[in-house]
C-alpha cells in the first residue's frame, strides 16, 4: 500500500506572478485595469477642474426651464412656453418617427430591389445593380441634400395650384398636392371624438365643417384595439398551430380568421369613431387641412429608405443565394408547389441569413436619422442636442443625454431583433 | 430473295456517304436573337418588366443627357452662363430644358480639391498622394517587390510632413517611438521574458511620445532647424480633407480594431468586459454625437490649458468610431474560425501573440475581408459629415460656393460631381475587395 504524502507545500514567489501562467493572468488584469482606472480618473478629474475653472456645476435641472423656441413638427402638445425637457421628448418622438418610416419602407424597397437582383429579367437585374451601387457608394448625407433640394426647388409652388387653369393639379383624385413647401395628404378625422372636438353644425346650407384637433384619447383607443387584435390574430395561429399538430388537418380559413381578427375591431372603433378625411385646400397663400409632410421629414425619410434599402436589398440577395439549389429541388419532388417551397422551404432558411445583419441596418437606419440636421428636421440632436445646449450652455450633460438616448434605443432594438433572431435559428444539436 | 430487294433498295433510294458539315444553328436558337428571348423575353410578366425598364431608362436618359451634355464649360458665374446659353441654344421655352453648367468645377477646382491650402503648396498634397499610393501598393498586390514595404512604414510620417509641414523633427521623433517599442519586443523578450516585454512595448513609447518628445522637438531644432514651411489644419478643405481624415481613420483603425476584437475574445473578465463595453457604447450612438463631442467637449477632458487642433480631434474620433466596426468585424471572423485552429496552435507550443500572428489573425482576417473593406467604405463615406462641425469637406465647400453671388443657385453640378467622385473611390475599394477574396480564396469547396 502506498503513502500519499503531501506535495512539498511550495512557497509563493513574486517572479509567478509573471512566470506562472496560473497568476499571470491576474497579474495582467490588475495591470490592465489599474491603467484604464487612471485614464479615466485623469479624463475626470480634467473635466471637474475644467467646468469649476468656468464656473459650471453639473446639473440637470436645465431640463425644467422654460425653452423658448418653436418646433415646426411635433406629435405631441408643444408650445415655446414648454420646458426644455418636453422639446427634447418632441425631438425625440420625431427621430422614432422618421426612423420608424424609414424601417419599414427600407425594409419594402431592400426586399424588392434583392429579389428582382436575382430576376431572369437582365435588364431589369442590371436596372437593380445600379440602384444598389449607386446608393451604397455615394454619401448618405449627399442623397439628403439632394432629396431636399430636389422638393424645394422642383416642386410647383402652391400658388401654381391656383387660377382656372392651373400650372400644377393635385394628385390621386384631388387629395394629396405635392408643392415646394411640403407634401399635403389627407388627415383622419374624427366627427364623434372622444377628445371633445365637434364637427360645428351645419347652418343654412353651408356644409359642415369639422375642427379637427388633437385628441390623443382617439388615437390612444385605435392603438389599444389594433394591439388586442394582432394579439387574438397571434392566437389564433397558435391554435390553428396546435390542431393541426395533433389531428394533421390545417383548420379552413385560418388566414382570413387572423386577418378578420385585426381588421374589424379596428374598422368597428373606426366607424363608431366617426372616422372621415380631412382633405388638404388650398386657401389663401397656402394649403390648409390635411396633413403637412415638411420637406425636411419627406427628404429625410426618403434617403434614408432609399439609402438603407441599397443594403437591405444585398442581404436579401446573399439571404435567398445561401439557401442551396437542392433545397428547392427536393420540395419539388416531394410534390410542393412553387409557393409552398417559397414559404415553408426557402424562406424560412433564408431568414436566418437575413435577420442578423437586417438588425444592424435598422439601427444604422435608426442613428443615421441623426442627420436630420441636414435639412433642419427637428429631431432629437436638433432639440435637445442643438437648441437647448446652445441656449443653456449645458454641454456636457445635453451631450450625455443625447448619447444615452442613443445608446438605450440602439440596445432594445438590438436586444428586441436577437429574440426573434433566436426564435428562427436553426436549432441544432 | 432478301439479298435481291435489299439491292434494289439500295439503287432506288438516296444513301448519304459522307457527313454533312455542321450547320448554324437557327437564328431563333442562337446568338442574340437566342439572348434576347431568354433574358428579356422569357415569359408574359419579363416582356412586361422588360419594355417597363427600357421606358423608365429612355426617361431618364431624356431628360438627363442633353443638359449634361450641352453643359457649359468656360464661364465666370452662373449668369454668364446663362447668358451662353442663350446665346447658343435660344431663349428657353417654358419650363426645365436647361444645360448644365460645368463652368463651376472649372472656376472653383483648387477649392473643391485643395481647400484653402496655400497655392503655391499645392506639390506637396499631391506627392503626398503619390506617396500614399506608393505606399499602400505593396499592401494591396503582393506581386510587388517586398522591399517597397520599407516605404509603407515611412510613408504615414512622409505624408504627415509634407501635408502640415513645420519641423522635420516632429515625424521623425514620433517614429523614434514606434522603433524604440519594436526594439524593446525584439531585444528586451531575452532579458524580461515575453509579457513583461510586450507591456513595456506599450507602456515606454506611450511615455516617451508624452514626456520627452515635445522638449526633444525644441531641442533638436535649436540644434539643427529643418523644415519646411508649415500649413494650419483650418486651411485644409475638399477633397483634401476627406482624404486626409478617411486615410488616417482607416490606417488608425485597423490595429487598435484588431486588440478590440481580441480583447472582446479574451478570456481575461476585465479586459473582456472593458473592450466589451468600449465597443457597445462607441456603435450605439451615431458618428455626428460623436464629432460633436469632439468639438463641444473634448476640451473639458484636456489638462486645463491645453487646446488640440479640431481636425487632429475629428480623427481621433473618427478613429475610434471605426475601430470599433472593425472590431466586430474581426470578432465574426475570429468566432468563424474552427476551435482546431486554436487548439493546433496551442499544441506547437506558441505562446498567445504567435498563435494569434502566425495561426489565427491571418485566417481571420481574410474571412472578415468584406467587411472590413465596408467598414472603410462607410469610414470614408462619413467622412462628409465633419460639414456639422465647421470644417469645408467638399459638401462644406459646395455650401460656400453657393453662398457666393457668382454662383448662387447652382445646385445639380456641384451635387453630381461630388458624388461621382465618391463614387469612384468607394466602387473601386469594394472591387478591389472581391478581387482580394477570389484571390485568398484558398479553401478547397
Not at chain 1, 129 to 150: D, H, K, M, Q, S
Not at chain 1, 371 to 383: F, H, K, P
Not at chain 2, 30 to 51: C, E, K
Request: proline share 5%.
Amino acid at each position: 500500500m502506498a503513502t500519499l504524502s503531501d506535495p512539498p507545500a511550495e512557497s509563493f514567489r513574486l517572479s509567478q506572478l509573471i512566470y506562472d501562467t496560473r497568476y499571470r493572468s491576474l497579474t495582467i488584469q490588475v495591470i490592465v485595469f489599474i491603467l484604464i482606472m487612471l485614464g479615466l480618473w485623469e479624463l475626470v478629474s480634467n473635466a471637474i477642474q475644467n467646468l469649476s475653472a468656468l464656473g459650471k456645476d453639473f446639473d440637470f435641472s436645465f431640463l425644467g426651464n422654460r425653452a423658448g423656441y418653436d418646433i415646426n413638427q411635433r406629435l405631441i402638445e408643444y408650445s415655446n412656453d414648454s420646458t426644455h425637457g418636453r422639446a427634447a421628448v418632441v425631438g425625440i418622438l420625431n427621430t422614432l418617427l422618421v426612423a420608424f418610416l424609414g424601417c419599414v419602407t427600407a425594409t419594402i424597397l431592400g426586399v424588392i430591389a434583392g429579389v428582382l437582383r436575382l430576376s431572369n429579367n437582365w435588364i431589369v437585374g442590371r436596372l437593380m445593380t445600379v440602384y444598389v451601387e449607386g446608393f451604397r457608394n455615394i454619401p448618405l448625407l449627399l442623397w439628403i441634400i439632394v432629396i431636399f433640394a430636389i422638393m424645394t426647388e422642383g416642386m410647383p409652388q402652391p400658388r401654381d395650384f391656383r387660377g382656372d387653369e392651373p400650372e400644377a393639379s393635385m394628385i390621386l383624385g384631388d387629395s394629396v398636392a405635392v408643392t415646394n413647401r411640403g407634401v399635403y395628404i389627407p388627415n383622419l378625422v374624427f366627427t364623434r371624438s372622444l377628445g371633445g372636438n365637434e364637427m360645428s353644425e351645419a347652418a343654412d346650407g353651408v356644409e359642415a365643417a369639422i375642427v379637427p384637433s388633437v385628441s390623443g384619447a382617439d388615437w390612444t383607443l385605435i392603438l389599444v384595439v389594433l394591439a388586442l387584435g394582432i394579439a387574438a390574430s397571434i392566437f389564433i395561429g397558435r391554435w390553428g398551430a396546435a390542431k393541426q399538430e395533433r389531428t394533421g388537418v390545417r383548420p379552413p380559413g385560418l388566414f382570413w380568421m387572423r386577418a378578420g381578427a385585426i381588421v374589424i375591431p379596428v374598422a368597428i372603433v373606426l366607424i363608431v369613431l366617426g372616422a372621415t378625411l380631412d382633405y388638404p385646400e388650398l386657401t389663401g397663400f397656402n394649403f390648409s387641412g390635411g396633413v403637412h409632410l415638411r420637406n425636411a421629414l419627406i427628404a429625410l425619410w426618403f434617403a434614408l429608405s432609399l439609402y438603407t434599402g441599397a443594403f437591405i436589398a444585398e442581404i436579401v440577395r446573399a439571404g435567398i443565394l445561401s439557401v442551396s439549389k437542392g433545397q428547392t429541388e427536393a420540395s419539388a419532388a416531394l410534390g410542393m408547389r412553387p409557393s409552398w417551397t417559397m414559404n415553408l422551404v426557402i424562406l424560412p432558411q433564408a431568414l436566418r441569413v437575413i435577420i442578423p445583419p437586417l438588425i444592424s441596418q435598422y439601427l444604422n437606419l435608426t442613428k443615421n436619422s441623426s442627420l436630420a440636421l441636414a435639412v433642419g428636421y427637428m429631431d432629437v440632436r436638433s432639440t435637445l442636442g442643438g437648441i437647448t445646449i446652445n441656449q443653456t450652455g449645458r454641454e456636457l450633460e445635453g451631450m450625455l443625454l443625447l448619447g444615452g438616448f442613443y445608446l438605450i434605443t440602439s440596445l432594445v432594438i438590438s436586444a428586441v431583433m436577437n429574440v426573434y433572431n433566436n426564435s428562427v435559428k436553426l436549432q441544432e444539436r | 430473295m432478301s439479298e435481291l430487294h435489299s439491292e434494289t433498295a439500295l439503287d432506288s433510294a438516296y444513301v448519304r456517304t459522307e457527313m454533312l458539315p455542321e450547320q448554324a444553328p437557327p437564328i431563333t436558337a442562337a446568338g442574340p436573337v437566342r439572348w434576347v428571348r431568354d433574358n428579356l423575353f422569357s415569359s408574359i410578366a419579363n416582356a412586361i418588366m422588360t419594355i417597363l425598364s427600357l421606358y423608365v431608362i429612355y426617361v431618364v436618359l431624356a431628360a438627363i443627357l442633353p443638359w449634361v451634355v450641352y453643359g457649359i464649360w468656360d464661364a465666370g458665374s452662373l449668369s454668364e452662363c446663362r447668358e451662353i446659353r442663350e446665346a447658343r441654344y435660344g431663349p428657353l421655352d417654358g419650363h426645365g430644358g436647361g444645360v448644365a453648367c460645368w463652368a463651376v468645377l472649372v472656376d472653383r477646382w483648387d477649392q473643391l480639391m485643395f481647400g484653402f491650402y496655400p497655392p503655391e503648396l499645392y506639390w506637396r498634397p499631391i506627392l503626398a498622394f503619390l506617396l500614399f499610393l506608393g505606399g499602400i501598393a505593396p499592401v494591396l498586390y503582393d506581386k510587388l517587390p517586398r522591399k517597397m514595404l520599407i516605404l509603407t512604414a515611412a510613408m504615414p510620417f512622409i505624408c504627415f510632413w509634407l501635408l502640415w509641414g513645420g519641423s522635420i523633427w516632429a515625424p521623425v521623433l514620433v517614429a523614434a517611438g514606434f522603433g524604440i517599442g519594436w526594439a524593446i519586443i525584439k531585444f528586451g523578450t531575452r532579458f524580461v521574458g515575453a509579457m513583461t516585454a510586450t507591456i513595456l512595448a506599450f507602456i515606454v513609447p506611450i511615455l516617451f511620445w508624452v514626456l520627452l518628445v515635445g522638449p526633444l522637438i525644441d531641442a533638436f531644432h535649436s540644434v539643427a532647424p529643418i523644415g519646411i514651411e508649415s500649413v494650419q489644419s483650418r486651411e485644409f478643405g475638399g477633397f483634401l480633407l476627406a482624404f486626409v481624415i478617411g486615410a488616417s481613420g482607416i490606417i488608425l483603425s485597423m490595429p487598435l480594431g484588431i486588440v478590440l476584437a481580441l480583447g472582446r475574445q479574451s478570456d481575461l473578465f476585465i479586459i473582456n468586459k472593458f473592450s466589451v463595453i468600449f465597443i457597445e457604447v462607441i456603435r450605439g450612438v451615431p458618428l455626428i454625437v460623436w464629432l460633436f463631442t469632439a468639438q463641444l467637449l473634448l476640451g473639458y477632458f484636456l489638462p486645463p490649458g491645453s487646446n488640440f487642433d479640431l481636425m487632429v480631434r475629428v480623427i481621433i474620433m473618427v478613429t475610434l468610431f471605426s475601430s470599433a466596426y472593425i472590431a466586430e468585424v474581426i470578432r465574426g471572423g475570429l468566432a468563424a474560425l474552427p476551435r482546431g485552429q486554436y487548439e493546433g496552435a496551442d499544441s506547437l507550443g506558441l505562446n498567445y501573440w504567435q498563435s494569434m500572428q502566425l495561426i489565427i489573425l491571418p485566417q481571420a482576417l481574410k474571412i472578415s475581408i468584406p467587411g472590413i473593406v465596408s467598414s472603410f467604405i462607410g469610414l470614408f463615406k462619413d467622412t462628409t459629415l465633419v460639414v456639422f462641425i465647421g470644417l469645408f469637406d467638399p459638401i462644406g465647400f459646395s455650401n460656400a460656393i453657393r453662398a457666393d453671388t457668382d454662383w448662387n443657385g447652382i445646385y445639380w453640378e456641384l451635387f453630381i460631381f461630388i458624388g461621382l467622385c465618391f463614387f469612384i473611390c468607394c466602387f473601386s475599394m469594394s472591387r478591389y475587395s472581391q478581387y482580394l477574396e477570389r484571390k485568398l480564396a484558398t479553401g478547397h469547396r
